[in-house]
């Protein structure tokens, strides 16, 4: 049994905190500000400490700093609204400090108790060939669980879907999922076709989806049919459909009514008859505040939206990913390569904003420059891209700064992110707005 202090302003979240830790047999006391907490540890020492990392009268940094002036060792969770914390703050702390981000699950608090940051990795993954689900997708982690069991809802349907997530997550990999899942449930083979919104010129688009009779325009030597004729009773799968120009997306909108389509310089409707599949990296809200595609044919594209999580979600993956990669380039160049416990850890610890992308091209490029004759695999130093450190830059912390331009940071970015929206930032960081505008307010630099 342990002794657990939690420290957040939050009535309502330590109350709920508070009954999840004492069902799993541990004792527990709370604490609404710095001052309160300061109090408490007079008197008191505790195995853990769940920590706000923004309070009313200061942040949850002055906290750990008194905590280290003294000599208790508690360990200790930062607990905040906003993802970015742990990325800006993991070089500033020491390893008995770990990061939660609200919601918080029964399963959250379970880990974080473990004093557990990832699951190691175990041997069977490191010989054990992952299973493929739907013939392409790797993953065992809650989050692709549940997209398996969306991908198989939706396969009995002809449902348009738009898959939303961050660059390289694997937009079109989850697409070509959903076909293959359609031709088992119907015990068809019908064609997948793909194209890329946003690698089209203008002029040509109209062409690309809906095709057109020879001589058209200068250039069509020769008839030509759009994607959608292609698809046939298939798939279509519509890449980057948030970059299409706005003013073409009436013609989109017609054909998603009525399932008809007219060539370029034709006077024949064509039935079509294909699912639409299409993708993007923006989320909602960029496409509905950007405006970048029509709310009608949002409604259209997006009757089964589905969201892939990132890689960082779902990190108990990365060594079933990685296993995979490795295995497919030995095949390839008859080779033998294994990682080890160390490397595959390494892997898991950082947290790929390029997502599947970038980790297949970090263990390619490790896998080029690895000794042929020796089975083991030369991960480089340093994982970042050039776009990553680039992103790092405009919002990096060092060792040295004082806790608060780690705080002022922090505001600045997540103020940032939602474009200057004062109450969705306070509500991303987990503090009242008056405590947000108080910050401002003493940071003097920021503008209300």
């Excluded at 029509?294 to 990913?321: M, Q, T």
């Excluded at 992103?391 to 970015?413: C, F, P, R």
């Excluded at 997540?414 to 910050?439: P, Q, W």
Aim: hydrophobic share 35%; aromatic share 6%; with cysteine.
């Amino acid at each position: 049994m342990l002794n657990i202090l939690l420290v957040d302003d939050d009535e309502e979240f330590t109350n709920v905190a508070c009954h999840i830790i004492e069902f799993l047999g541990h004792d527990t006391s709370t604490a609404s500000s710095l001052e309160e907490a300061y109090q408490i540890l007079e008197f008191n020492d505790f195995d853990h400490i769940f920590l706000d990392f923004m309070l009313p009268d200061g942040s949850g940094l002055h906290l750990i700093d008194h905590i280290n002036k003294s000599n208790k060792s508690p360990y200790i969770t930062l607990i905040t609204g906003h993802p970015l914390v742990k990325g800006m703050l993991s070089s500033l702390c020491g390893p008995k400090i770990g990061y939660l981000a609200k919601p918080l699950q029964r399963e959250d608090l379970e880990q974080a108790l473990s004093h557990k940051t990832q699951k190691k990795p175990s041997k069977k993954n490191d010989s054990s060939m992952p299973t493929k689900h739907f013939d392409c997708l790797i993953g065992e982690s809650k989050a692709m669980q549940e997209l398996y069991t969306m991908i198989e809802r939706v396969a009995r349907t002809q449902a348009n879907v738009m898959l939303m997530g961050e660059s390289g997550v694997g937009k079109e990999v989850v697409a070509q999922a959903i076909h293959y899942a359609t031709n088992k449930a119907n015990n068809s083979e019908y064609e997948l076709v793909a194209s890329n919104c946003g690698a089209i010129s203008k002029d040509l688009i109209t062409s690309e989806l809906f095709g057109h009779e020879k001589g058209a325009f200068t250039g069509a030597i020769a008839k030509k049919e759009g994607v959608f004729q292609r698809a046939g009773n298939g798939t279509l799968f519509l890449d980057e459909v948030t970059e299409m120009p706005i003013d073409m997306q009436p013609n989109l909108l017609r054909v998603l009514e009525n399932k008809k389509v007219t060539p370029v310089g034709g006077a024949k409707e064509i039935d079509v008859n294909c699912r639409v599949i299409s993708a993007s990296n923006r989320s909602v809200a960029e496409i509905a505040e950007k405006k970048c595609l029509r709310e009608d044919i949002y409604f259209r594209l997006a009757v089964f939206p589905i969201s892939i999580p990132a890689l960082r979600e779902r990190k108990e993956d990365i060594p079933l990913l990685a296993n995979t990669f490795l295995n497919e380039l030995n095949n390839e160049y008859d080779r033998n390569h294994q990682w080890d416990a160390t490397q595959l850890q390494r892997l898991v610890d950082y947290d790929w904003p390029g997502n599947v992308r970038e980790l297949r091209h970090t263990i390619h490029r490790a896998f080029i420059m690895s000794d042929p004759q020796s089975a083991s695999v030369e991960l480089p130093k340093d994982f970042r891209s050039p776009f990553s450190s680039i992103s790092e830059q405009k919002h990096s912390l060092t060792a040295g700064q004082t806790i608060e331009d780690v705080e002022k940071e922090l505001i600045k970015v997540t103020l940032a992110d939602v474009n200057g929206n004062k109450s969705l930032a306070a509500e991303m960081l987990g503090i009242s707005t008056k405590t947000l505008y108080n910050r401002l307010h003493a940071y003097g630099d920021f503008k209300d």
